[in-house]
T-cell receptor
């Protein structure tokens, strides 16, 4: 079956450093990829998305890169802050509409002071 | 305030109890969802409602019974659950035909089955 996975369950970075969270996917037909952030005790929140016809998209302190050749997605967070500590999920949308979201397991980002 | 409100936030129940989880969305969306989130596992889609009709049921055991009385409210009725059903249950809403599939989640109901 198709799957979306994250390379590392936990990533620890120093406050102020940049962090990169990776995601591998297997369905080349995916149209959209979405990154969610889930803080402790809260539900997942949308961070940024990218369409399959793009390679890069930037938001506020976040950048998503898509490499369709190797089916790899990454989330870069610049100048990490304590509030960035959370679990980050990637999700892919293969059939259109929210029914088609397939989620990865998540990477726990820990910001060290 | 996320726009999607879930109650209760925490629930402890015995295997013979009957309880319900409630979700309300204030975003004007036309689809609502129940997801199960267990430790170290991806989010699992349980039910999808679009315009108050169930459009998907991912082989969820009958001890979970959803109800969607209108486009703003969603319930998950629980009865004779098992300890392995302990998890975070997340409600979400969206526009069903959204091209991106973006979901708006509530903060979840943490369920513990004893």
């Amino acid at each position: 079956g198709e799957s979306v996975g994250l390379h590392l369950p936990t990533l620890s970075v120093q406050e102020g450093d940049n962090s990169i969270i990776n995601c591998a996917y297997s369905n080349s037909a995916s149209d959209y990829f979405i990154w969610y952030k889930q803080e402790s005790g809260k539900g997942p929140q949308f961070i940024i998305d990218i369409r399959s016809n793009m390679d890069k998209r930037q938001g506020q302190r976040v950048t998503v890169l898509l490499n369709k050749t190797v089916k790899h997605l990454s989330l870069q967070i610049a100048a990490t802050q304590p509030g960035d500590s959370a679990v980050y999920f990637c999700a892919e949308n293969t059939v259109g509409g929210a029914d088609g979201l397939t989620f990865g397991k998540g990477t726990h980002l820990i910001i060290q002071p | 305030e996320t726009g999607v409100t879930q109650t209760p936030r925490h629930l402890v129940m015995g295997m013979t109890n009957k309880k319900s989880l409630k979700c309300e969305q204030h975003l004007g969306h036309n689809a609502m969802y129940w997801y199960k989130q267990s430790a170290k596992k991806p989010l699992e889609l349980m039910f999808v409602y679009s315009l108050e009709e169930r459009v998907e049921n991912n082989s969820v055991p009958s001890r979970f019974s959803p109800e969607c009385p209108n486009s703003s409210h969603l319930f998950l009725h629980l009865h004779t659950l098992q300890p392995e059903d302990s998890a975070l249950y997340l409600c979400a809403s969206s526009y069903r035909d959204s091209a991106t599939g973006e979901l708006f989640f509530g903060e979840g109901s943490r369920l513990t089955v004893l």
